[in-house]
């Protein structure tokens, strides 16, 4: 008879079973968009409904998915609502851009997220990982995911900017929350599609910060060509400097340079992040996952140097990341918006509709999952994971526009879990309380106040 306990159930809305009225829908969009999704959303292939802002297709199926991300991706552009809300932030960085700008930052950043080069960022990743780790002490009660915050800024500060990232990480985790909490929100004025003359309250509020943030930029960029002035052979040969060789006819111009460079100090380091604290959460709810990925870590730390190579060879730790990255994806929406509009199947997808590819609905949806609410790294075990369907799965997003940084999020998390675990034990405590909330990330509100005990 098998004892093993009954999966883990980590926290998550429950489907609406009833639409909310525009107003209160206003409401929880702005505050939290994953409270919105109704019982029809886990359990159809598409909805296609006209809402407050227009034409709206919320897509499931995976035939569908593909259609928009890869075989007809020509014909969709990035959805109004979501370049309201980012570009503001973001401007011209690889996640917003779009036409020639995003293909000449795709080409300029490409070299740097090679397998060579992901390679050698192990080792650095490992340096950061072990020089964090000596902060915890034994018993602690900690933030973990203001601390994962802080250890894969740490981490990306050391491999894209061999650690000449101006400003201090204190006040930059405190201020990338309030960038989240502002700008990251959708305002119900986007949702309504007001002229952008209308000023946003979001907007208003999230200035002071995002003029913090490109201080930063400024700043760590002026010390960059500062250096190639003096020293042109002797500079990193890294993401920034990269960036900054490939400026010119052709190339990326320098606010396109400023752009990436906030986009990947913004929003690189801030997925990797909420993923590493939401699994470190769910092991320690569910100790039975948690045992054999300790012994799949403590065998691999003592037998192998090479950091490197950790990712092939802990596929029960990968398989328990992978799960976290299911149950809370790191980016829960992507948004299309069709250029023609045109039917697939028996779908007819208007002209100007949102198209809203949900990874957050996608992974939990009713008939591309069994038990989909539950923690079940078993998904993606050496044997079951050849069967997930590659658009029913989908946290780093599918198609040309996949995330440059995912096999570099994959090596950065399995070290920086292999180093931590192997040394500490994560367990909740009275006050870990978290509700996942969408500030452009999935984030735990409350924070995930743990115990750090030694091992």
């Known amino acids: 008879m098998d004892a093993r306990p009954a999966p883990f159930v980590p926290p998550a809305p429950k489907p609406r079973t009833k639409p909310p009225s525009t107003l209160e829908m206003m409401r929880i969009v702005y505050r939290n968009p994953l409270e919105l999704w109704g019982e029809p959303s886990y359990n159809e292939p598409w909805i296609s409904v006209t809402g407050i802002g227009g034409p709206l297709v919320i897509a499931n199926d995976p035939g569908l998915i593909r259609h928009v991300l890869v075989d007809n991706a020509k014909n969709y552009r990035m959805a109004t609502v979501r370049q309201k809300i ?71 500060a050391e491999t894209l900017f061999s650690g000449e990232i101006a400003g201090e990480p204190g006040s930059f985790e405190t201020q990338i929350d309030r960038l989240f909490e502002t700008m990251g929100r959708v305002d119900p004025l986007d949702l309504l599609r007001a002229p952008d003359w209308l000023p946003r309250i979001t907007r208003i509020r999230g200035a002071k910060t995002m003029a913090y943030f490109r201080a930063i930029v400024a700043d760590t960029m002026k010390m960059r060509v500062e250096r190639l002035k003096r020293d042109p052979d002797g500079a990193p040969q890294d993401f920034l400097t990269l960036l900054l060789r490939a400026e010119g006819p052709g190339g990326l111009t320098r606010a396109e340079i400023e752009d990436n460079i906030i986009t990947f100090i913004g929003a690189g380091h801030e997925t990797t992040a909420r993923a590493l604290g939401w699994m470190l959460y769910c092991l320690a709810e569910a100790p039975w996952e948690r045992e054999p990925v300790e012994h799949e870590i403590d065998a691999v730390v003592a037998g192998e140097p090479d950091p490197a190579k950790w990712v092939d060879m802990m596929p029960l730790t990968r398989a328990a990341f992978e799960e976290t990255l299911r149950l809370y994806p790191p980016a829960p929406s992507i948004n299309r918006e069709p250029i023609e509009p045109e039917y697939y199947k028996d779908l007819y997808i208007p002209p100007k509709a949102a198209v809203l590819v949900m990874p957050w609905v996608v992974h939990r ?23 997930v369907g590659r658009f029913q799965y989908l946290p780093f997003g599918a198609g040309p526009r996949v995330c440059i940084g995912a096999s570099f999020a994959m090596q950065e998390a399995m070290i920086a879990l292999a180093v931590l675990m192997s040394r500490f034990r994560f367990d909740t405590v009275a006050e870990t309380k978290p509700w996942p909330v969408q500030k452009l990330t999935t984030q735990p509100e409350g924070g995930l106040p743990m115990r750090v005990t030694r091992r």
């Not at 503001?88 to 795709?106: N, Y």
């Not at 079940?376 to 050496?382: A, D, L, S, T």
């Open 365 to 387: 949806h009713r008939k591309l999952w069994d038990k989909p609410d539950a923690f079940m790294p078993e998904r993606f075990h050496p044997g079951n994971r050849e069967t």
């Open 86 to 156: 980012l570009r503001p932030i973001l401007r011209d960085g690889l996640l917003t851009a779009e036409g020639e700008v995003w293909k000449r930052s795709r080409k300029a950043m490409a070299p740097v997220f090679t397998p060579r080069h992901i390679f050698g960022f192990a080792q650095p990743m490992l340096h950061r990982s072990l020089a964090f780790a000596d902060r915890y002490a034994d018993g602690m009660i900690s933030d973990i995911a203001r601390d994962m915050t802080t250890l894969t800024y740490e981490i990306l």
